[in-house]
T-cell receptor, first 118, second 111 residues
Framework: DGGITQSPKYLFRKEGQNVTLSCEQN?????MYWYRQDPGQGLRLIYY???????QKGDIAEGYSVSREKKESFPLTVTSAQKNPTAFYLC?????????????????FGQGTRLTVV | SQQGEEDPQALSIQEGENATMNCSYK?????LQWYRQNSGRGLVHLIL?????REKHSGRLRVTLDTSKKSSSLLITASRAADTASYFC???????????FGKGTMLLVSP
């Protein structure tokens, strides 16, 4: 089945620890995104990538890092520099935007990873 | 930065009634999309309307777009308990190439 998979579903982090959230897609999408969602809030963009080996910061990139070594994978590392990491993290993918923006650019989301600092 | 703002923040209706949610945005857009999120889950795409379209239908969903007022509305007709979820609008900026989401409307449909 085609889709986008996030793992793990629940993650606990100790103070000062780095943790990595996994995101894999088999939709052959060029673009991938990481969003953070806090209770009762909308989604805020952390990082996005339009193509392999390239990524850009979103609105709240501080304390996070990403890599895009393969088209299918876009892991997010929450570093110890992120002071308030407890949140619900959502990964998404879509066909490339930009000059194709007038075409179908719906995003497909994973089921999310809930990260809690203990 | 938050582009879209949904209104109302929460909406409670009975099964069979219609639900209307509104979204306002600030900058020029290529398209506007509506998504649904069940509690604790990922988002699911519902419908996309392009900047040169004014109205679009999909099943029980009707979306309108007024680019002069920078606003959109989502109408769910004959609502069901299974429609209970949060609904988000998202805009694709003409230059930024990413989707920007609002804070969402929480819809509760009671049997």
């Amino acid at each position: 089945d085609g889709g986008i998979t996030q793992s793990p579903k629940y993650l606990f982090r100790k103070e000062g620890q780095n943790v990595t959230l996994s995101c894999e897609q088999n939709l052959n999408h060029d673009a991938m995104y990481w969003y953070r969602q806090d209770p009762g809030q909308g989604l805020r963009l952390i990082y996005y990538s339009q193509i392999v080996n390239d990524f850009q910061k979103g609105d709240i990139a501080e304390g996070y890092s990403v890599s895009r070594e393969k088209k299918e994978s876009f892991p997010l590392t929450v570093t110890s520099a992120q002071k308030n990491p407890t949140a619900f993290y959502l990964c998404a993918s879509s066909l490339r935007t930009g000059f194709l923006a007038q075409m179908n650019t719906e995003a497909f989301f994973g089921q999310g990873t809930r990260l809690t600092v203990v | 930065s938050q582009q879209g703002e949904e209104d109302p923040q929460a909406l409670s209706i009975q099964e069979g009634e219609n639900a209307t949610m509104n979204c306002s945005y600030k900058t020029s857009i290529n398209n506007l999309q509506w998504y649904r999120q069940n509690s604790g889950r990922g988002l699911v795409h519902l419908i996309l309307i392009r900047s040169n379209e004014r109205e679009k239908h999909s099943g029980r969903l009707r979306v309108t777009l007024d680019t002069s007022k920078k606003s959109s509305s989502l109408l769910i007709t004959a609502s069901r308990a299974a429609d209970t979820a949060s609904y988000f609008c998202a805009t694709l900026d003409s230059g930024y190439s990413t989707l920007t989401f609002g804070k969402g409307t929480m819809l509760l449909v009671s049997p």
